[in-house]
């Protein structure tokens, strides 16, 4: 008869455990109205077009069996126990859905709101101008929970470039709101559309108010008008917030300092019909960031982690982040690590999260 081995622990360095405070996170661009996160398991249908990947959404959206909130508050959850304190919610308003993806990220984030600051844009998905009844409700949708306008690709999805900024920055300047636009365009017609929401920013007066997501055309260094429009953006004061997915291009992060172009990060969809991956967490976010930009210096790990806490709550104006001052802050995040470079590459889960300074379980 053989005597089990007892478990065996691995030898220790005797230093204790190092404990990092840092400010929480900022996830600048999300879609939480439609996550599966701890829903059943979705199995999707390959798409390899803009259009196919919507028409796969809409299916997907209307074959759920779990609720808009139900669904959205799963993944909020998931996102504040990983360190995130504020969000720029991307929810979809079209006639197919009504206002419930609204209503429903709306009520979640209600439930948090001692936890997680929450930004909603009204987002035109399918379309606006191209969807009938989807612009009387995106103007609807900013009395009922939206606070921001948002736009997609004007030229291509809509097929009225000018017709559609029109619409969009008439609802912002009418009900003063900003205003946030999904652009996956490439190429110089990608270009060429930034350049034109950079003069219509100025021309409205909204400097600082503007921001392009995802900004595919922003990436690619070989397009000759790249500086030019950025400059046009510096000059409007304008932000763009990038999620470093899969294959999608990555902004050079040294060109658009060097340009004077703010970054700010977000998760995009997680574990909706356009992706199975995503893990709700900006600690994970931060690592592919500095993983698809080619970070290698202390200094660019840095600037990937201030991108993902300090630059995004400058962009969605999240007083807990912004004030984080070290150990003693109310709102912070702890983290078994020496260092932020470190922290970075080994995207640990938190020790803590603290809120007003109490630990939080929500």
């Known amino acids: 008869m053989t005597t089990p081995h007892a478990p065996r622990q691995l030898p220790g360095n005797g230093d204790g455990q190092a404990v990092l405070p840092t400010p929480g996170f900022v996830d600048a661009h999300i879609h ?14 390959g798409a390899t077009t803009l259009r196919g990947l919507i028409d796969n959404d809409l299916r997907a959206q209307l074959s759920y069996q779990e609720g808009v909130e139900e669904r959205a508050l799963a993944l909020m959850k ?38 997680l600051d929450v930004q909603i844009v009204a987002f035109p998905q399918f379309g606006l101008l191209s969807n009938p009844g989807s612009l009387e409700l995106m103007e609807a949708s900013l009395s009922e929970g939206a606070d921001l306008v948002g736009g997609i690709d004007p030229a291509s ?15 912002a300047v009418r009900h003063g709101r900003d205003l946030d636009i999904h652009l996956h365009d490439a190429g110089p017609e990608g270009l060429a559309q930034v350049r034109a929401i950079a003069d219509r920013t100025v021309a409205e007066g909204m400097q600082g108010r503007v921001t392009i997501g995802h900004g595919f055309a922003l990436c690619d260094t070989s397009l000759p008008d790249l500086e030019a429009t950025l400059d046009a953006m510096a000059s409007a004061g304008m932000w763009m917030a990038t999620c470093a997915l899969g294959a999608d291009p990555v902004p050079v992060l040294d060109l658009l300092e060097k340009h004077g172009v703010r970054v700010a990060l977000g998760s995009d969809g997680v574990r909706d019909a356009w992706s199975p991956f995503g893990s709700g967490s900006m600690m994970d976010r931060t690592h592919l960031l500095g993983y698809r930009t080619g970070a290698m210096t202390d200094e660019e790990l840095q600037r990937c982690f201030r991108i993902a806490t300090a630059d995004g709550a400058e962009l969605v104006g999240s007083a ?43």
């Open 157 to 171: 999805l809509d097929g009225d470039l000018h017709g559609h900024l029109g619409a969009v920055f008439g609802l």
């Open 32 to 45: 939480p109205d439609k996550t599966t996160w701890g829903s059943p398991w979705l199995s999707r249908r």
């Open 320 to 362: 807990a982040v912004a004030a984080f001052s070290g150990a003693g802050s109310a709102d912070r995040v702890e983290f078994a690590a020496r260092s932020i470079p470190e922290l970075v590459v080994d995207r640990p889960s938190p020790l803590r999260v603290v809120r007003a300074g109490q630990a939080i379980t929500p």
């Open 78 to 115: 998931q996102a504040v126990r990983s360190g995130t304190m504020a969000m720029r919610a991307h929810v979809d308003v079209a006639p197919q859905l009504g206002l419930r993806n609204i209503h429903g990220v709306r009520a979640a984030a209600e439930q948090l709101a001692p936890y």
